[in-house]
């Protein structure tokens, strides 16, 4: 009895479960096909829906009674009343015939696993809303109107950005109206570009206008009558240069130079019968020998020098006292044990032109950088007019000229020089003042007929090797520098051109600067027109004085110098050893570098010896013995305190404002880039190629990169989630922007360190060239991820929008640059590029897709992938992607699985942000503190 009463309920279970799943009228098909069917369940004693029997009468039936397709396929329940979650489509459901759940066929469970989706699998069950429509209610599907798109799954369609391309039925929008913005803007680069290279070409083949009659340029001309105009106002005579009175030693007779007579005619005949035009260029002036004449000549003839030295003595006042040098017993000795320079003593008086001579390896350039502060000495005091004190302090009145020209290649002459004057000149000039003053220089230095033309660099020359060498020397000229070093100014310059730059240094030396220039085989011509000398043999010093005395003191060691020879030859083979052929007397076989050094050292370095002496006479050494109580190094008077507060006024006047400073930096970086138009529009097509091939590699997805599982009660028909759909652009993306950027971003500062360390010696502030050259990257970095997006945008379609993905691919490459940035600072430049490369890699490998974030979490070290900038960029990414269809999907289940945080896009942008300061925090106290010495 008990078995009958199961082998109903059975049987009525089936029936129910058949009614269920049809329509009222296949309900009475399938009770009636029971009742028929009854007879085959009769005779069991135990009924179970694990058994072969069941199953057989599963096969038995058909769609009208179990409201599946699939032949022996049941349906499962998931609701007990009319349920329609958002996204999908149950038109055949209602309370009393809930929807349901069918077994699907093979090429639908061949589709399902794929990630893709396919129609319902029963009469009763949901299917997700179409691509390209829209399920407001669950009962009804809306094809997608014009100006909107609708995705797989959507309950509403989604609105397209304005200008975006969206036709009626579509599944992903097509964004344009960044496309327009960007081929506009790429049309006005190109504009400026070409106006730009057209007045380059313009100012190169505008023809030189000169003077027919006279020989000088229009210009010196104009100037010329000016100044005879204003001669015949004051009577005749020129009005005086207003100029202080000369401090240092200049004597009164030489000062008056500064305010000359101007004569009544453009140009003079010399001794010799050459005619001097007086245009500024010395080609047609060869005399043999220097004469102060010539330089009051120049005084008088030529405008642009009256001018320049005029700028100069307003920069130099008369408080400000200039600077003199003494050492004493100075040394320095390198870590590794080995005395460079010893015993030097000497003293370089205000005002006074220095050559500093000696054979290779004899210290000269460690005795300037000593001198300068560059390094410090290991033995002996250096004194700045008459105290001790750190030359460092006093850097904006120092100019330092190096050996090789360190100049900025993108830019021309007159720009190179112009900046260094804007940014170190005192800030109370005016700009118009100072365009003035770079003017009369360029005339000065012969770069005139050049100033328009790039300076060029070794591996692509633009102007002479001497005009570099000119415009290296005009930097710091422009600057009116109270004192200024050369490292060999000559090098490099023919004979003409190295003695016109000596002249113009001659002249600027008598308005009280010192001028000390390291020389190595100086023509005769440059040899005199320094007023001392300091020679130097094996670190040591054997002459320091007047250069017209060393004659004499050589002579008295017994040395004879031929008539016929350059009088620095001479002196070069001497103090290298090699003097023996100019000896005369008893002492011809003891002339080697340690006899001159003894000789300096015991009565030379005391005083200068009296002329026709013999040193090795009784008379003199009694005379150098009553004399050793004052060395020539104590000889510079100290200055008072009230002309030391002085100079440090003056310090503090010298140089741009900071805010104006960052604006020249800004200003000059963005000339650099303009001028390297080539490598900057291909570095904006890199990143723009690297959007097409990323965007290319999901475009068959047709912006479909997150498949999730299905709320509940329809997770059952859920496709193969893919979870790393997204994550995996990201990490791509973030790849593709490390490799398009990394190294652009090391040229930043990796090929202006000696550049930078000219400047910062020289008292410009780190700060606002660092500042001027960060906001110059600005536009590359926008440009560059603008042209990645458009790419990726139009080709991969994902559902962030296009101004959350451009925001996060720009603070992406804020921060590969600013890696790159930091990169630069700690290695060369021939191994930069790779190691920048390497380290975009490595940041773009910690984005937390693989190894996934969520196993980094298990070993605890989730905080040491946040250090990195993928992870909140790949992370933004993951959060824009997948939030708008939280209403489809168990997105928090998606979330879990692969360890992001969703619903704080504004975070990771943030971080983005802090991460790339960071970087840039660390690459500026690099660039401060790495190489330290060098700034000095």
């Known amino acids: 009895m008990q078995s009958q009463n199961d082998q109903q309920r059975t049987v009525d279970f089936a029936m129910a479960t058949s009614a269920i799943s049809l329509t009222p009228q296949q309900s009475l098909e399938v009770q009636s096909a029971g009742q028929a069917n009854r007879h085959l369940l009769e005779g069991f004693e135990d009924l179970n829906m694990q058994s072969r029997e069941f199953d057989a009468y599963a096969y038995s039936l058909n769609y009208t009674q179990t409201g599946c397709y699939r032949s022996g396929s049941l349906p499962v329940a998931l609701a007990l009343n009319d349920t329609c979650l958002p996204g999908f489509h149950c038109p055949n459901s209602d309370d009393q015939h809930p929807p349901q759940y069918c077994p699907p066929y093979e090429k639908c469970q061949g589709m399902r696993a794929m990630g893709q989706t396919c129609g319902p699998q029963g009469v009763l069950e949901p299917k997700i809303c179409a691509n390209g429509h829209y399920c407001p209610d669950g009962k009804s599907e809306i094809l997608c109107p014009k100006g909107t798109f609708c995705p797989s799954g959507s309950r509403a369609p989604f609105n397209c950005t304005r200008g975006s391309l969206c036709p009626e039925g579509s599944v992903n929008q097509v964004v344009l109206a960044p496309v327009w913005v960007t081929l506009i803007l790429d049309a006005l680069l190109g504009v400026l570009v070409a106006i730009g290279f057209g007045i380059s070409k313009w100012r190169k083949s505008r023809p030189k206008k000169y003077a027919a009659s006279e020989g000088t340029s229009i210009r010196d001309t104009e100037m010329h009558e000016q100044l005879l105009r204003s001669s015949k106002i004051s009577g005749g005579q020129m009005p005086p240069i207003s100029s202080p009175a000369i401090p240092g030693n200049v004597s009164p007779a030489s000062s008056q130079t500064l305010s000359p007579q101007l004569p009544h005619v453009a140009h003079m005949r010399r001794d010799n019968g050459r005619v001097d035009n007086m245009d500024g260029y010395t080609d047609d002036d060869q005399v043999s020998t220097f004469d102060e004449d010539e330089i009051d000549a120049d005084f008088q003839s030529n405008p642009d020098f009256q001018r320049f030295i005029r700028s100069v003595s307003k920069s130099i006042t008369t408080q400000s006292i200039g600077l003199s040098f003494d050492f004493e017993n100075l040394a320095f000795e390198t870590k590794r044990g080995k005395k460079i320079l010893q015993e030097v003593t000497g003293t370089m008086p205000r005002g006074s032109m220095w050559g500093v001579m000696g054979g290779s390896g004899a210290g000269k350039s460690t005795f300037l950088n000593v001198l300068m502060g560059k390094k410090r000495a290991t033995g002996g005091t250096v004194k700045i007019n008459g105290w001790s004190k750190d030359i460092f302090k006093y850097r904006k009145l120092i100019g330092y000229v190096p050996q090789d020209d360190i100049v900025f290649p993108e830019l021309t002459v007159r720009e190179n020089i112009l900046h260094s004057a804007r940014c170190r000149l005192p800030a109370r000039w005016k700009d118009r003042e100072i365009q003035d003053h770079v003017d009369s220089l360029l005339a000065c230095l012969q770069l005139t007929h050049v100033k328009h033309m790039r300076v060029g660099d070794a591996r692509k020359p633009v102007i002479s090797g001497g005009q570099r060498k000119r415009v290296n020397i005009g930097i710091e000229l422009a600057a009116a520098p109270m004192a200024i070093f050369l490292d060999e100014p000559t090098s490099g310059l023919d004979a003409t051109s190295a003695s016109s730059i000596m002249r113009l240094l001659k002249a600027v030396s008598k308005l009280g600067v010192t001028v000390i220039a390291i020389v190595h085989q100086p023509r005769e011509k440059i040899f005199y027109e320094f007023d001392q000398l300091l020679l130097l043999a094996s670190g040591r010093s054997v002459y320091s004085g007047p250069t017209d005395r060393v004659h004499d003191y050589f002579e008295t060691m017994g040395f004879a110098f031929p008539h016929q020879a350059n009088p620095a030859d001479t002196l070069m083979d001497i103090i290298t050893g090699d003097g023996a052929q100019y000896a005369v007397g008893s002492k011809k076989r003891d002339v080697g570098v340690q006899y001159l050094i003894d000789q300096w050292k015991q009565s030379g370095q005391y005083t200068t010896p009296p002329k026709h002496l013999s040193i090795f006479s009784s008379e003199s050494q009694s005379t150098f013995k009553s004399r050793e109580s004052r060395r020539i190094s104590n000889q510079s008077l100290n200055s008072t305190v009230e002309q030391e507060n002085e100079l440090h006024r003056t310090m503090q006047c010298r140089g741009a404002s900071w805010p104006a400073q ?199 070290l989730e905080w040491f992938w946040r250090l990195s900038p993928g992870v909140w960029f790949t992370e933004a990414y993951f959060s824009q992607n997948i939030m708008p269809l939280a209403y489809l999907y168990k997105v928090d289940l998606a979330a879990e699985s692969v360890g992001y945080t969703l619903d704080q896009y504004h975070l990771d942008i943030g971080m983005l942000v802090l991460i790339g300061a960071v970087y840039r925090i660390f690459a500026y106290l690099g660039l401060v503190f790495i190489h330290r010495k060098r700034q000095r």
């Open 662 to 860: 960052v604006y020249y930096c800004f200003k000059r970086a963005m000339t650099q880039q303009v001028r390297n138009a080539t490598s900057f529009f291909f570095e904006i097509g890199v990143g723009g190629l690297a959007g097409l091939v990323i965007g290319l590699s999901a475009f068959a997805s047709k912006g479909h990169l997150f498949q999730g599982l299905y709320h509940e009660p329809f997770t059952l028909l859920s496709s193969a989630v893919d979870y790393q759909g997204t994550p995996q652009l990201g990490l791509l993306g973030g790849m593709a922007i490390g490799l398009a950027s990394s190294a652009p971003g090391f040229w930043v500062f990796g090929e202006e360190k000696l550049i930078y360390w000219r400047e910062t010696a020289s008292g410009h502030s780190r700060s606002a060239y660092y500042v001027g050259k960060l906001l110059s990257t600005l536009p590359r970095i926008a440009l560059s991820s603008l042209h990645f997006t458009i790419f990726l945008c139009i080709l991969a379609t994902p559902l962030i929008t296009f101004t959350e993905m451009y925001a996060a691919n720009l603070m992406y490459f804020w921060c590969v640059y600013g890696l790159a940035s930091c990169v630069a600072m700690v290695v060369k430049r021939e191994n930069g590029p790779l190691l920048a490369v390497l380290g975009s890699l490595i940041i773009g490998v910690l984005g937390g897709v693989a190894p996934p974030l969520s196993k980094v979490k298990g070993w605890h």
